[in-house]
């Protein structure tokens, strides 16, 4: 991959370069020492990857992914050493079009870079979403049966995404008031190490309490859970979630896919499931089986979209009830939970 660097320190640039070098697919092919260098950087020459720090002089990484994203979108990985102490940034950054963050590998006595093994997974996993994007996970889904346990007329709301994702969730999420009497499941594409940044962000700004999903939890009504794991989320047939490593082969962490598969095999009533915007396929053959079901189900339209790669994916195959724009989605969800309950009446 052609790798663009964005740091206002040295021996942080040192420390990536040191990383980078041992592997020869990977070439360093700028670096900008803060933001406003970065957007004319890419102007010049747009690489396969930037890595971007938040904190910088002139213009900071969420200014600068914006902008970048608004002229040349390309992959935009967050590389800070403040990753805990500034979650409320990375968030930003990931909402204006970051696909994930890590921690900036530090240079060690011998003059090495410790911890580098991370951000070469995570830059292996954008090669794959961002090169492989038909690579098929080996599974195979076949027919799916409705099965015969008892919900007590609890009301399921999905939500999948991955880059833009928490911005478009709060913009949609906050259409809903406390004691709302729908439950929601989010699988948002994310580090596991970061999710509980990301919930207890989520939490502070909208009505309904946003919790992370626990293994053995059950869909509740008027409460948020977003899955936090660096495998999976699904349903199980007793209606629980549960943490799985499978299918091992897919890249997408936690995969939105294998949640709405399992929601589709085992909740035994008709709910509402949204593919919202994100880069790569993730969840759209997922949001077919379920509108397969009779769910209403929703993609995020290109124009909102910060990245129309999984709900163009949807939109493509069939999958989607509604094409609407992120503004349009709560509500539109909010009118099909109406219609659910009067069709139940």
């Not at 053995?216 to 989320?233: R, Y």
Request: contains cysteine; neutral net charge; charged residues 20%.
């Amino acid at each position: 991959m052609k790798i663009g660097i964005v740091n206002d320190l040295t021996i942080c640039i040192e420390s990536l370069q040191k990383v980078l070098a041992p592997v020869p697919e990977h070439q360093v092919v700028w670096v900008a020492r803060n933001g406003l260098e970065a957007v004319e950087c890419c102007k010049k020459f747009t690489p396969d990857l930037i890595l971007m720090d938040l904190l910088m002089p002139v213009m900071n990484g969420v200014e600068a992914t914006r902008g970048i994203m608004q002229s040349t979108p390309c992959p935009i990985l967050v590389v800070t050493s403040t990753v805990t102490g500034n979650s409320a940034k990375v968030f930003e950054a990931m909402s204006a079009g970051a696909l994930d963050a890590v921690a900036t590998p530090v240079i060690g006595k011998l003059g090495d870079a410790a911890k580098g093994e991370e951000l070469l997974r995570k830059i292996f996993r954008i090669g794959q979403l961002t090169g492989s994007m038909h690579k098929k996970s080996g599974r195979k889904y076949g027919a799916v049966a409705i099965p015969k346990v008892k919900i007590d007329g609890v009301d399921l709301v999905i939500l999948g995404c991955s880059t833009g994702g928490p911005k478009i969730l709060i913009e949609i999420l906050k259409t809903f008031p406390k004691n709302y009497d729908a439950a929601f499941i989010v699988i948002q594409h994310m580090d596991e190490q970061f999710t509980p940044g990301l919930v207890e962000w989520m939490d502070s700004q909208l009505n309904m309490p946003v919790r992370i999903a626990q293994n053995g939890d059950v869909p509740e009504q008027g409460k948020v859970l977003i899955a936090c794991t660096d495998g999976h989320l699904a349903m199980t047939s007793k209606l629980t979630l549960e943490y799985t490593a499978e299918p091992k082969d897919n890249f997408y962490h936690p995969s939105v896919d294998v949640f709405f598969f399992s929601a589709a095999q085992y909740w035994p009533a008709t709910g509402v499931a949204a593919l919202l915007t994100g880069m790569g396929r993730d969840g759209a053959e997922g949001l077919l089986a379920l509108h397969n079901r009779k769910w209403y189900t929703i993609a995020q339209d290109r124009d909102s979209s910060i990245v129309y790669g999984m709900p163009k994916a949807a939109a493509q195959i069939g999958a989607a009830t509604d094409i609407l724009p992120a503004d349009k989605i709560g509500t539109a969800i909010s009118n099909a939970l109406i219609i659910n309950k009067r069709r139940k009446e």
